[in-house]
């Protein structure tokens, strides 16, 4: 189903990880290597951190200090109220790739993925763990084989959902009081998962690549398909329930606005760093939802 779109910021690398805090829209821009928000149509943006490593999964602590992924360096960092920058939590020791997406629940329990290989210079492709990082800075390995765990969200019974962008599948865990997690479970599933080596032979087997998304009060999905160029909102054993196509590349999304209803999206040509790096054809576009 077609939908007006509104360009809300223009001129940036490559946006991901939108979030809607404190009625504003917050979102990291990798290759400039900063966060920004701004109102929600676009008007007094602001840059809220500069992330040398950049910057990719955000959250906040139930104090309201911000989290926020440095992808490269693979570490958490937390913002103090003077705006200062520190270490969170040192993740290198636990991923084998790039830390990308977040998402920190109301305890101030981080959930955090990784690339799992070097996506960008066409590794092998291999699984990666899911970390949780708790308030006081300790790491946790959650799951582990998941294949290259993405966005995520968190149900209104508690249970957390994974992107599995090169699973063809979004999984579901329940989450125990002390934050660990149950066994994986599917909650949609697109294709068989890939058994490929390649990136060639593994994105050859993808029906849709689930990357950032968020959750509706249904507790449905918005999902942005990374190989697909479109939005698909997604429901627990109905699969794909509508699509809203792109004539450009869309790779996160994520609910907000005065009312709840604006639809934030990520978009760029591609994911390709190398061409993103020395471009600036990131867009952050809002659709309005019925």
């Known amino acids: ?10 001129g940036y690398t490559y946006f991901e990880c939108p979030r809607w805090h404190d009625d504003r829209i917050w979102v990291s821009d990798f290759y400039s290597h900063q966060v920004v928000s701004a109102r929600e149509d676009g008007t007094d943006v602001r840059v809220e951190a500069e992330v040398p490593g950049q910057p990719s999964g955000l959250g906040w602590l139930p104090d309201g200090r ?3 992924v440095s992808m490269r360096d693979r570490k958490v960092l937390r913002r103090e109220p003077d705006g200062q920058l520190v270490v969170h939590a040192d993740l290198s020791k636990y991923v084998s790739g790039n830390v990308n997406d977040m998402i920190v629940n109301a305890q101030g329990r981080a959930y955090v993925g990784n690339f799992g290989f070097d996506l960008m210079n066409l590794a092998a492709v291999e699984t990666a763990d899911l970390l ?7 790491v ?3 799951a ?4 290259f765990p993405n966005g995520m969200a968190l149900t209104s019974g508690g249970e957390l959902l ?4 090169l699973g063809n599948r979004i999984s579901v865990f329940s989450v125990a009081d002390d934050g ?9 599933t697109f294709g068989v998962v890939p058994d490929g080596s390649t990136m060639e032979s593994t994105i050859s087997q993808m029906v849709i690549a689930p990357d950032g998304c968020c959750i509706d009060a249904d507790d449905s999905m918005w999902v942005a398909d990374a190989i697909g160029s479109r939005i698909l909102h997604v429901a ?16 996160a999304c994520g609910l907000g606005g005065a009312d709840g209803r604006t639809l934030f999206v990520c978009a760029a040509p591609d994911f390709n760093e190398h061409a993103r790096k020395v471009a600036t054809e990131g867009k952050l576009l809002s659709i309005r939802l019925e």
């Open 1 to 10: 189903m077609a939908r007006e779109t509104t360009v809300v910021l223009d």
């Open 66 to 68: 911000l989290l926020v």
């Open 132 to 138: 949780r990082v708790d308030p006081d800075g300790s």
């Open 140 to 142: 946790h390995v959650v």
């Open 144 to 147: 582990r084989d998941l294949h």
């Open 162 to 165: 994974v992107d599995e962008t």
């Open 180 to 188: 660990s997690l149950g066994e994986r479970r599917d909650w949609a």
């Open 236 to 251: 627990q054993g109905s699969g794909v329930i509508d699509e809203i196509p792109f004539e450009t590349g869309v790779f």
